[in-house]
């Protein structure tokens, strides 16, 4: 537990503020944006020296967004959506910053946001509610109120392989790419991991590099991303439709406008089913694992996508035991986030790629020379670590936050994340975690869902101070029957089947649960209006 440090201001900024905010992000962003028009002290908190989250670190070769730019912009001013021309259906990361950048400048933003500072501490004052909020640069700042707007995939996964350490060349993890980039020309490279960043580099590393071994433990499912430049033609109809674009993107289960078909994977016929995979297929992207409305219900809907996918992705890979062991059979399609990619299986074509099958010859050790497999040493000059995030709790565990009794989140999550609709936690009055577990989080479009429990944090502050009011606490028995009520959910569709991150899988220790709310973004949002409009049922009012 923390101790509660008097607020002081070494150096700038103010020692007391109504909000403090926790990230400079998309959500962070707009959080701070929305909390100052409603004229409040806004604070926010951002280890980066620049502002975009996710898309700050992620600098990787190939970095883009699987959300098509249009969909994957904020909402929230209409000059904004209307000004902003996006170059192609997905952006890169350097346009998603460089857009992030131009909102911050556009909202005078940076004045209020702390650059190169990393909370560390965030303590209840229980006799005040206040929170008293620390940072490694030793600033002590007392809030009303704390926006957590950390990103559910920002802590960086580095595996715990033998000897990692002893390796001579360099080592890099994909989301914490070198600004400057890396001259990998001429040079022999391994990357470990095939998720949606290995997948997404991969192909554009195979043309600069020497020789690429891609060290695959698990096969993914991908889909081509079908990206191509937008033309001022096509820009401007999807401007002139961005009301009713956005309203089908709200009500939608992820967050963007497009409808699963009409009928189930199960009911159609054989031609029907082939004719609206085909139509996904080209439209590309994740939307492909959302064809049909059954397809992440059950295993017979599941099989006839998986099917498809199978006979399109065998076709483009010249080597069939190559294909044997790009192919997944450990998980139905979509149950993972489904990755999207230029090329990736036909990089598998090139002669100067191999393929090291993890599962036929695991890794034993690495050494100053490169990796050691069960069966073979391959030396290496670089090794691309594309291994993931502890999602969705991992940034948010890092930080010591202490609420009644001493009793910390950590301890409170000990058995998996428990909060009422992603954004209360008993104990932990006024503390809003965005778009983390017990919301749709990771399974919509994050800009759209940042904004929404944005506005929804914003109203509820408004709520307060109407009444005069201090806090807003989740109930313990709202808390329950949140938790279950995604339990339930998720146990109802095939998600559970896969050793995905969003059960926290991926990370040694951590405890299975599923932690995203499986039954839709429209849906959510319905539910937590109706809990605003109602009084904000299920928190108490302090
Ligand atoms: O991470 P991942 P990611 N030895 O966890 C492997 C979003 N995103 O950064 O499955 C060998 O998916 C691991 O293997 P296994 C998107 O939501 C979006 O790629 O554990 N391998 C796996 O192959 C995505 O889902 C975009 O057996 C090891 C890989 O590393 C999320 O971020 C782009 C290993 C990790 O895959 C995370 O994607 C990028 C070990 N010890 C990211 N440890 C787009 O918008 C781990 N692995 C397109």
Redesign the pocket.
Known sequence: AGTVKTPSSPGKGPAEVDVVVVGAGIAGLYALHKFREQGLTVRVFEVADGVGGVWYWNRYPG????VESVDYSYSFDEDLQQEWNWSEKYATQPEILAYLEHVADRFDLRRDIEFGTRVTDIVLDEPTLRWQVGTDTGRAVSARFVVLATGP?SNA?T?A?PGLDTFAGRVLH??HWPHDGVDLAGQRVGV???????I?TIPCLAEEVARLHV?Q??P?YSVPAGNTPLTEEQRQAQKANYAERRRLSMASGGGSPHQPHPKLAVEATDEERREAYQRRWELGGVLFSKTFPDQLLTREANDTARLFWEEKVRAVIDDPRVADILIPRDHPIGTK?IC?DTNYYQTFNRDNVELVD?RATP?TAIDADGVHTTETHYRLDTLVL????DAMTGSVSRMNIVGRGGVTLNETWADGPKTYLGLGIPGFPNLFNLTGPGSPS?LANMVLHSELHVDWVAEAIGFLDDRGAVALEARPDAVAAWVRECADRAAGTLMLEANS?YLGA?IEGKPRVFMPFVGGFGVYGQIIAEVAAAGYKGFDVL
């Open positions: 970095a883009r967004c699987d995939l996964n595996p392989i994909t989301s470990i991991g095939t998720g949606s960043s290995g997404q060290f433990r698990t993914n986030r999207t993890l890794i594309a291994t993931g995030f990771v991150w991926n």
